[in-house]
């Protein structure tokens, strides 16, 4: 069975910090991974990664993948209040189908 | 542009009664996915089509519940009878085609007494 572990569960920062999420996978004909942020709402999408070593970049946010050591990390840099919010790492198979991670809760303070 | 669109938004029943959800993906989205999310279970995958065919709902918790995809633009969820043990926020969710980013609508949250 696929398995995505995110870790930490949950943070709290201040605003103006750097903050480093973590995501490890265990998955059969591994095809992607994605990465989506869910506020009190629908999950929006990040990022996508197929290829280890390069970086997704999206203003203060930015992913990497390393498919030897099956994790992924997200980083969000100069954190604003608006980046409080649920993130969610998924892995996609060569079927298509997403498993995703429980999240991490990310409380950014003012 | 108009993202995933589902109806109702909430939906309130009691329990034996059936629910039916709605779905209209993003337009020229060839894929569509069906998910439901809890606080034990967290996001999970209960069917997915592809140019409107069925290709897996091994993630269908059981018989009460039915998916169909009549056209392009629509898709439909049931739970026929439904149970309290089904409350949870049910998503839709489209990607242009098997492999791309899939778009998330902004979901059905289903209370069921």
């Known amino acids: 069975e696929d398995k995505v572990v995110q870790s930490p569960l949950s943070l709290v920062v201040h605003e103006g910090d750097t903050v480093t999420l973590n995501c490890s996978y265990e998955v059969t004909n591994f095809r992607s991974l994605l990465w989506y942020k869910q506020e009190k709402k629908a999950p929006t999408f990040l990022f996508m990664l197929t290829s280890s070593g390069i970086e997704k970049k999206s203003g203060r946010l930015s992913s990497i993948l390393d498919k030897k050591e099956l994790f992924s990390i997200l980083n969000i840099t100069a954190t604003q209040t608006g980046d409080s919010a649920v993130y969610l790492c998924a892995v996609e198979a060569n079927d298509y189908k997403l498993s995703f991670g429980a999240g991490t809760t990310v409380t950014v303070r003012a | 542009d108009a993202g995933v669109i589902q109806s109702p938004r909430h939906e309130v029943t009691e329990m034996g009664q059936e629910v039916t959800l709605r779905c209209k993906p993003i337009s020229g989205h060839n894929s569509l996915f069906w998910y439901r999310q809890t606080m034990m279970r967290g996001l999970e995958l209960l069917i997915y089509?592809?140019?409107?065919?069925?290709?897996?709902d091994s993630g269908m918790p059981e018989d009460r519940f039915s998916a169909k995809m009549p056209n392009a633009s629509f898709s439909t969820l049931k739970i026929q009878p439904s149970e309290p043990r089904d409350s949870a926020v049910y998503f839709c969710?489209?990607?242009?085609?098997?492999?791309?980013?899939?778009?998330f609508g902004p979901g059905t949250r289903l209370t069921v007494t």
């Open positions: 969710a489209s990607s242009l085609r098997e492999g791309y980013e899939q778009y």
């Open positions: 089509f592809n140019n409107n065919v069925p290709i897996d």
